[in-house]
């Protein structure tokens, strides 16, 4: 198990930019495929970003790409969610998730390790 603490969340209007950011415990982290979800009221949880243990592969949700970047940093334990041109609709609790394999999953179910979240609101 790796304990995962996202951060980055706040209120902001619609066009800007927001960086989030997950911290994992593990020493192992680089063994972990990561991933973003978000799950918005009323919503169920879906899938935003995810990346391979070594950064080399990454999927992105068809509706964010271009304006979403998952990265890494495995010296940091962490890993980033990049934001551009939010939109009202990207208003959300954003989550961090992983699993220890090889593997890059766009489905939520999948992941076995899950953070408390982070909310994101973008206002109009």
């Known amino acids: 198990q790796v304990q995962l603490v996202e951060s980055g969340g706040c209120f902001l209007q619609a066009g800007g930019p927001l960086r989030l950011s997950c911290a994992a415990s593990r020493r192992t982290f680089s063994s972990y495929t990561m991933g973003w979800l978000r799950q918005a009221p009323g919503w169920e949880r879906e899938f935003v970003a995810a990346?391979?243990?070594?950064?080399?592969?990454?999927q992105h949700a068809d509706s964010e790409k271009g304006r979403f970047t998952i990265s890494r940093d495995n010296d940091k334990n962490t890993v980033y969610l990049q934001m551009n041109s939010l939109k009202p609709e990207d208003t959300a609790v954003y989550y961090c998730?992983?699993?220890?394999?090889?593997?890059?999953?766009?489905?939520?179910?999948?992941?076995?390790?899950w953070g408390q979240g982070t909310q994101v609101t973008v206002s109009s």
């Open positions: 998730a992983a699993r220890d394999t090889p593997a890059v999953f766009t489905n939520r179910y999948e992941y076995n390790n």
């Open positions: 990346i391979c243990r070594k950064g080399a592969i990454t």
